[in-house]
T-cell receptor, first 113, second 111 residues
Framework: NAGVTQTPKFRVLKTGQSMTLLCAQD?????MYWYRQDPGMGLRLIHY???????AKGEVPDGYNVSRLKKQNFLLGLESAAPSQTSVYFC????????????FGQGTRLTVV | GEDVEQSLFLSVREGDSSVINCTYTDSSSTYLYWYKQEPGAGLQLLTYIFSNMDMKQDQRLTVLLNKKDKHLSLRIADTQTGDSAIYFC???????????FGAGTRLAVHP
C-alpha cells in the first residue's frame, strides 16, 4: 500500500552540487507533480507531467529539471544547487488532471549550505 | 493573478469547534479543496466542494462556500488533539488549470 514514495527524505548539499530527487507512484496515475513548500507560503508548483514522456513548467521552474521516462517515476534534478533552493519538496500524483484528488509523498527536506 | 489567503494560526480547546477561513481570488474556480498536513507527512485530501454548492458536510467536517465573497471555511466539530495539523485551502485556477494553495493554517488543539 505504498502510494507515492519519495527518496531521499533528507539531504544536505553544498552550493553548486547537483542531485536528483526520485518520486515513484504505484497507482497508475497519469499526472505527477513536484512542489516546494516554504515557511509562510503555500505549495508552489515546480514542474508537472501529464503522462509518460511529457513534462511541463509550473510556477517556479527555474533551476530545476525533470524527467518522466517511466509512467510510475518522476525525477526532479537540481544541476547546481543554490541556498534559495533550501525547501521541503513534495511529489504528488493524480489519476488525471488537476481537478482529481492528488496523493502526496512524505516530502524531502533539502538544505543547501 | 490567482491568490489564496489564510490566517496562519488557530488555537482551540479540545471539544470546541474550529473554524478555518480562506479567501480566494479566481471567480472561475470550479473546485475548492481542504488538505491536511500532519507533522512530517505529506498533504492528504480532507474534503472538497464544487463551486455550485454552498455547503458540504462530512461527519465532523462542514465546508461553507460563499461565492459572492470568494470565501471558503472549514468547520471541525468537537475538535480533538488528533486534529492538530496544518490545513491548506486550495483552488483550481481556471485560467491556468492548476492547483493554487494557501500558506496553510496551523491548528493547535489544547486540553
Amino acid at each position: 500500500n505504498a502510494g507515492v514514495t519519495q527518496t531521499p527524505k533528507f539531504r544536505v548539499l553544498k552550493t553548486g552540487q547537483s542531485m536528483t530527487l526520485l518520486c515513484a507512484q504505484d497507482m497508475n496515475h497519469e499526472y505527477m507533480y513536484w512542489y516546494r513548500q516554504d515557511p509562510g507560503m503555500g505549495l508552489r508548483l515546480i514542474h508537472y507531467s501529464v503522462g509518460e514522456g511529457t513534462t511541463a513548467k509550473g510556477e517556479v521552474p527555474d533551476g530545476y529539471n525533470v524527467s518522466r521516462l517511466k509512467k510510475q517515476n518522476f525525477l526532479l534534478g537540481l544541476e547546481s544547487a543554490a541556498p534559495s533552493q533550501t525547501s521541503v519538496y513534495f511529489c504528488a500524483s493524480s489519476r488525471s488532471g488537476f481537478n482529481t484528488e492528488a496523493f502526496f509523498g512524505q516530502g524531502t527536506r533539502l538544505t543547501v549550505v | 493573478g490567482e491568490d489564496v489567503e489564510q490566517s496562519l494560526f488557530l488555537s482551540v480547546r479540545e471539544g470546541d469547534s474550529s473554524v478555518i477561513n480562506c479567501t480566494y481570488t479566481d471567480s472561475s474556480s470550479t473546485y475548492l479543496y481542504w488538505y491536511k498536513q500532519e507533522p512530517g507527512a505529506g498533504l492528504q485530501l480532507l474534503t472538497y466542494i464544487f463551486s455550485n454548492m454552498d455547503m458540504k458536510q462530512d461527519q465532523r467536517l462542514t465546508v461553507l462556500l460563499n461565492k459572492k465573497d470568494k470565501h471558503l471555511s472549514l468547520r471541525i466539530a468537537d475538535t480533538q488533539t488528533g486534529d492538530s495539523a496544518i490545513y491548506f485551502c486550495a483552488e483550481i485556477s481556471g485560467g491556468y488549470n492548476k492547483l493554487i494553495f494557501g500558506a496553510g493554517t496551523r491548528l493547535a488543539v489544547h486540553p
